[in-house]
C-alpha cells in the first residue's frame, strides 16, 4: 500500500511538473495568437499618422511621401494629421495617448524625440516609456552657410575668425531651442569659439540677414540652404554628414574640414503608442523598409538632399537613448532654456 502511494504520489508529481510549463506556453500562445491574427489582418481600416508641425515642412513632407505609399502597399489609408503647437508638444503628447492598436502613428524628428527631454523642463511625453519605434525614415543633414561678404572660405577660415573676435559674429537660427540652433552650440563647444546666437522666428526670416550680412553665419538643413548655395546668394563651408553629399560632391564635411568628430542631421521616423502589438509593429518596419526602397520614394528624398534610413528595428531606441544623452549635454553647456 505504502509503496503504491508513492508510485502515485510520485506519478501525481509528474504530472504536475509537466503540466505546469504546458499551461503556462498554452496561456502565453492564447495572449499572442490574438495579436497575431489582428495583425495579419492589419491594416482594416484607414491609419492616421499624426505630424507635431504645420503642413509643409520636412516633418510633413516625408510624412506624406511614406504614408502614400504605404496607402499602396497595404490598400488602407494612411492619413497625415497637422496636430502643430508648444515646440512639437502637442501632436506628440496626442499620439502618446492614442490607443495602442496600431492606427495612430507618430512623425517624430530628433526634435521631439531627442532635445524636448532636456530643453522642457516639465515634458508632458516621454519618447522612450511612451512610445514603441516603428521605423526610421530618413535623414537630412545641414550645411555651414556664411554671408558672401564674410572673409572666410573654409572651417578652419570661419574658427580662426570667430577666436579672433569672440562674441562679435552672430549666428542665426530659426528659433531657440531649434535644431539650427543646438547644431551651432555642439559646434561651438567642439570648436572652442564663442559665436552670438539671434534667433529667427523661422529660416526664411533668418536668411535675409544672412544674405545682407547683417547675421553672417547660419547652419540650417541642406535641403532649405541648396538653392540659395547654388544660386550664390549664400557661401556654403560644409556639409554636416559623415560623407559628403552627392548633391555638392564638392564640399568637404566639417569634420574632414577641422572638426573631428562634428555631425549633424535631422533624423525622421515612426512612432507607435506604448504596447501597441508586436506583430502589427514588425509588419509597418517591414512594409516601410519595403517603401523606402521603393524608387521612386528613394528619388524624391535623395533629391531634396535626404538619405533613406536602412536602420533596423532593434537599432532604433538605443540611437534615441544616446541622442537624448548627447543633447542633455550640449543643453547644460550651452544653458538653453526654452519657455
Known amino acids: 500500500m505504502n ?105 517624430g524628428l530628433n526634435g521631439n524625440m531627442a532635445m524636448s527631454p532636456s530643453l522642457f523642463s516639465k515634458l508632458p511625453y516621454d519618447p522612450i516609456n511612451d512610445f514603441t519605434p516603428v521605423a526610421m525614415l530618413a535623414e537630412y543633414p545641414f550645411l555651414v552657410v556664411v554671408s558672401n561678404d564674410l572673409p572666410v572660405r573654409s572651417i578652419k577660415d570661419l574658427i580662426a575668425l570667430a577666436k ?33 546666437h539671434v534667433p529667427y522666428r523661422g529660416a526664411q526670416p533668418a536668411y535675409l540677414d544672412v ?14 540652404a541648396l538653392s540659395l548655395v547654388t544660386s550664390g546668394k549664400v557661401r556654403a563651408l560644409a556639409v554636416t554628414s559623415t560623407t559628403r553629399s552627392q548633391l555638392l560632391p564638392e564640399l568637404p564635411t566639417v569634420a574632414e574640414a577641422g572638426v573631428p568628430g562634428y555631425t549633424y542631421h535631422t533624423w525622421f521616423g515612426l512612432w507607435a503608442p506604448k504596447k501597441t502589438p508586436k506583430p502589427i509593429i514588425e509588419t509597418l518596419h517591414a512594409e516601410v523598409r519595403k517603401a523606402l526602397g521603393d524608387p521612386t520614394v528613394r528619388e524624391r528624398i535623395v533629391a531634396t538632399a535626404g538619405q533613406p534610413s536602412t536602420m533596423a528595428l532593434p537599432d532604433i531606441e538605443p540611437l534615441v537613448k544616446a541622442e537624448i544623452a548627447k543633447w542633455s549635454d550640449v543643453v547644460k553647456r550651452a544653458n538653453i532654456t526654452v519657455k
Request: no cysteine; charged share 15%.
Open 164 to 196: 579672433s573676435k569672440p562674441g562679435q559674429i552672430n549666428y542665426a537660427s530659426a528659433g531657440n531651442g531649434t535644431g539650427q540652433h543646438l547644431a551651432t552650440e555642439l559646434f561651438k563647444i567642439m570648436t572652442e569659439t564663442n559665436l552670438s
Open 3 to 107: 509503496s503504491y502511494t508513492r508510485a502515485q504520489l510520485g506519478e501525481t508529481a509528474m504530472i504536475n511538473i509537466v503540466r505546469g510549463p504546458t499551461i503556462a506556453v498554452i496561456v502565453a500562445v492564447g495572449l499572442l495568437l490574438p495579436q497575431a491574427l489582428h495583425a495579419r489582418d492589419y491594416p482594416a481600416r484607414p491609419v492616421t499618422i499624426i505630424v507635431p508641425t504645420t503642413a509643409g515642412g520636412g516633418t510633413d513632407i516625408i510624412a506624406r511621401l511614406i504614408g502614400d505609399q504605404l496607402s499602396k502597399q497595404l490598400g488602407q489609408p494612411f492619413v497625415v494629421e497637422n496636430r502643430p503647437g508648444a515646440g512639437l508638444v502637442i501632436g506628440t503628447v496626442a499620439a502618446a495617448k492614442a490607443t495602442a492598436d496600431g492606427y495612430t502613428l507618430l512623425a
Open 211 to 224: 544674405i545682407s550680412g547683417r547675421v553672417p553665419v547660419f547652419l540650417d538643413n541642406m535641403s532649405g
